[in-house]
């Protein structure tokens, strides 16, 4: 439904550019949602930016549906943005505090060439189907909690029709029970309406909880992409590993072998020759001086359903030597 | 509107109405009343003094000073205004304009140059040189003034709408494909709006003064046409001989000037103000006791209430906390249920409108004995309790140098010089596992990567090595790698140095890699203690309910989120705080619930646990 087709996007740095995104190629499909996990940095953000037209893609393309979203200019892209709704992180700064929820989201519902009337209408049934109420209509933001004001975010995008919604990070400014209500929120209403999504979070167990796909990002490149259920279980990637090994667990995971990252993760704009991830790896040449190949050369996604852009995933290096390095 | 009438209710700004009423009388009735007075010449009666029928005397020629002040009220009020709201609406388009050329940024940099430069310029002198090249005269003098106020408020609106344009709200409105012009005017000027309006009536203020010297200087108003300026300009030539020819349009000016502007300021502080109010009553404050050294903190009963402009809430109601030496207690719950506040009230932190009060509240007290007066007292409370906030980001200063910041307190507590200062700096970023600590004490903020920068938070909470280390939610804006290695860091030093931690969170699965004991905390109370290592199996049911919203990596099935939200503090249940969401509820919960022990370290404030507890005879009673 969405697709990123070899996007890059360049940022100025100072007098320089960095490349914030590298060659990133995603497919959301229809009516399902695909994960995007990476740690702050890793350029997650700026490729929703990029989806959603907020920053120009410096190469590549975007495409919705058939038409290329990154080609359109003025009216045609106007209209064409209300097919892609996005879903922010912050849902204090995403709603304006001077217009009342009524107002809010029957402007978005009109986008879609409703009269008055009918958006009204489908505001109505949002705020009823989003858990608001009736009486929503009438207040502002400020009267409502963090959890019941991503409701209203997530009511206004809908309201617009869209074919993809992007989320990013739409959960974790929220309490954890507040935040199962909206991610449960999220998924009926996907179930509902058919609606695409593009979900992103540096919260592994959520992407777990909403996407049937996952794709992993480091320093501006997916570095691994598959179905949930492998990427979680038997993750390819060494960064893959290193990030799940991180999420705590209650009563911890029993046998859990843990992988340790070496460093923080690098500047963007000091990226680390060959495979970018070089200078943390746990199982790379920072640790076995005989794979020079990983500082020397940068590894390309393999082919396939579960693809993984590493010299030595993790599949074919051995168990004994993935605890050795330990 | 009742927001603006609101804003007029003290003394001062009732006066400055008062005046600003009195002079737009002066300036609608003057001209009929005293025009004849002010315009006809009397040479007979020139350079009188002040009289009760001419309170100001009169001029050269005769004609009363007062009337001519008064007469000249509306025509000098009129260019003020005109110049001052005609800059504040052109400042105000020209500013946003230029915030939306976001797309351009050439075009945008250029604008913002120019506008700077024009600022450095000081207003007055635009003012005069305009006004010169356009010939003096009245209408020049408030295009003069008009223009060298435009660049201060295009600045002004300017950054304004720039911060309002990258908000993600109106992102939301370029993403539903409106025309700009509609964002402009639905997301951007109300936003705008109440700040443009506070600068456009202090402009209007600063126009009155330069209005007036314009005229003064001659350059303004000519003859026969007369404003406050040419009245001052003529009143001053005989300021020795006749003060108040002088003194009376110099009044004048300056009160109105200055009513204007405290009145813009009045409005302005009342957008951004934040209730004030005074404390309630004495709160309670922890004892040392000489003792019990396993023992590093022990509170019975903590409640902590605040006043507000709704009357008093209590967010804390009737706490236990026990910290043993060494030991890492975990606080869990929802936001809004008191985390914070109970340990804001432990490091005596609380704002002046928070009250205070516990039953039992005891401290060890230092090998010399308990301190004496009030600022050993302080000094000795610093040095035991150290914290950690929950936003690195916003926790340091940003402009001040990282060393400085972790040795502040050690500075003002312990009297420390600056060289030695600088060396605990060094030791305790070192203990806190930065490499090279003596080149990054020298480093700002910015320099650092996330996770480093909650290292030196924690380094600014260790500084005076404290028996106890809050930590409010120190992880939770953080990557799961970082959260990670400051878990481990927390946990070392924890195990090098046996200080204890008091660490918050609204995640169990943190809270239970972490913590010894956990307590959770709903609507300002303990609901359970217990062992972290039994934190997979809780009794009470709301930890069980947050426990099955919580997303772990092999969850497949639904989340299962907790119905209703968290109880307000103003309107807490008399009963169990979790009766309106508990799907056990019964009649019984009504009635207050306490804790009961239900095995080792295990307490559950629940009914349904105080029953089991009766089943069985083989579990602890409680003292
Ligand atoms: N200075 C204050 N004046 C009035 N009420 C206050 C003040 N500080 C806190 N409160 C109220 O006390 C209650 C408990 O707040 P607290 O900050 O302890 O919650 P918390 O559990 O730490 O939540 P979070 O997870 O959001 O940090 C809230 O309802 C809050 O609004
Ligand atoms: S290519 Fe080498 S450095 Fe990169 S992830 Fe694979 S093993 Fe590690
Ligand atoms: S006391 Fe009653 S309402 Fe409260 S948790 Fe127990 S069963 Fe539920
Ligand atoms: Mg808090």
Known sequence: MLRLDDVTV????????????????????????????????????????AAAGFVPVTAGRVFLGDMELSAQRGRALRSARRRLQVVFQDPYASLNPRRSVGEII????????????????????????????????????????????????????????????????????????????????????????????????????????????????????????????????????????????????????????????????????????????????????????????????????????????????????????????? | MRNLLGTFRSVPSIAALIVLVLILFAAIFGEPLFGDAARNPDVLNAELGPSLAQPFGTDQLGRDVFARTVVSAGPTLLRALLSGLGAAAVGTVLGVAISLQRGRPRLQSLAQRVL????????????????????????????????ALIPGLARLAQSMSASIVERDFVRAAEQLGLRRPKILFREVVPNLAETMVTAAASATALALIAVSALSFLQLGVQAPDFDWGTVLAAGLSRIYSAPWAALGPAAFITVTGASIAYLADAIGRRANRRAVIAATGPSARPEAVTGDDDIVLDVRGLSVSFATPMGEVTPVRGVDLTVRRGEIVGIVGESGSGKSVTSMAIAELLP??????????????????????????RRWMAQRIGVVFQDAMTSLNPAMRVGRQISESARVHRGLGRSEAQALAVERLGEVRVAAPELRVGQFPH?????????????????????????????????????????????????????????????????SELCDRVLVMYGGT??????????????????????????????????????????????????????????????????????????????????????DRADSSDVEVPA
């Open chain 2, 526 to 611: 303990i609901v359970e203690e217990l062992p972290a290592d039994q934190l997979a199996e809780p009794q009470h049911p709301y930890t069980r309910a947050l426990l099955a919203a919580s997303p772990t990596l092999d969850t497949v099935q639904h989340l299962a989120a907790i119905p209703g939200n968290p109880p307000d503090p103003a309107m807490y249940p008399p009963g169990c705080p979790f009766a309106p969401r508990c799907p056990h509820v019964s009649d019984r919960c009504a009635e207050p619930v306490s804790l009961v022990s239900v095995g080792t370290g295990h307490r559950v404030a629940c009914v349904l646990a105080a029953d």
């Open chain 1, 106 to 326: 029957t402007q978005a519902a009109s986008t879609t060439g409703r009269t008055r009337v009918e958006s009204e209408r489908r505001t109505h049934e949002l705020l009823d189907r989003t858990g608001l109420g009736a009486r929503a209509f009438h207040r502002y933001p400020h009267e409502f909690s963090g959890g019941q004001r991503q409701r209203i975010a997530i009511a206004r995008a809908l309201a617009a029709d869209p074919e993809v919604i992007i989320a990013d990070e739409p959960t974790s400014a929220l309490d954890v029970s507040v935040q199962a209500a909206v991610l449960e929120l999220l998924r009926e209403l996907q179930e509902e309406t058919g609606v695409s999504m593009l979900f992103i979070s540096h919260n592994l167990a959520v992407v777990r909880a909403v996407a049937q796909r996952v794709a992993v990002m480091y320093l501006g490149r997916i570095v691994e992409i598959g179905p949930s259920d492998q990427v979680f279980s038997s993750p390819e990637h060494p960064y893959t590993r290193t990030l799940l090994d991180a999420v705590p667990e209650i009563g911890g995971r029993p046998g859990r072998t843990r992988l340790a990252l070496g460093d923080d993760i690098p500047d963007p704009r000091f990226r680390p020759s060959g495979c970018s991830f070089h200078t943390r790896c746990p199982v790379g040449v920072r640790c076995d001086p005989e794979r020079t190949v990983c500082s020397d050369e940068e590894p390309t996604l393999t082919l396939g359903d579960h693809m993984v852009a590493c010299h030595f995933p993790l599949s074919v290096t051995s168990r004994s030597a993935v605890n050795g390095i330990e």
């Open chain 2, 352 to 377: 002046p409108n928070a009250r205070v009060r516990a039953d039992r509240w005891t401290m060890v007290a230092p090998a010399e004995g308990e301190p004496a007066d009030a600022a050993s007292r």
């Open chain 2, 116 to 147: 700077e430069t024009s600022l450095a310029f000081p207003a007055l002198l635009t003012a005069i040189f305009v006004t010169a090249v356009l010939g003096s005269s009245g209408s020049a003098a408030t295009i003069g003034i008009g223009l």
């Open chain 2, 447 to 511: 320099e650092f990567s996330g996770g480093m920068r909650q290292r030196v938070v924690i380094a600014t909470g260790m500084i005076n090595h404290p028996d106890l280390l809050i930590a409010d939610e120190p992880t939770t804006a953080l990557d799961v790698t970082v959260q990670d290695e400051v878990l481990a860091l927390l946990r070392h030093l924890n195990r090098q140095d046996g200080s204890s931690i008091v660490f918050i969170s609204h995640d169990l699965a943190v809270v």
């Open chain 1, 10 to 49: 360049r940022f100025r740095a100072g007098r320089g550019w960095f490349d914030a995104v590298r060659g990133v190629d995603l497919e959301v499909p229809p009516g399902g949602t695909l994960g995007l996990v990476g740690e702050s940095g890793s350029g997650k953000s700026t490729v929703a930016k």
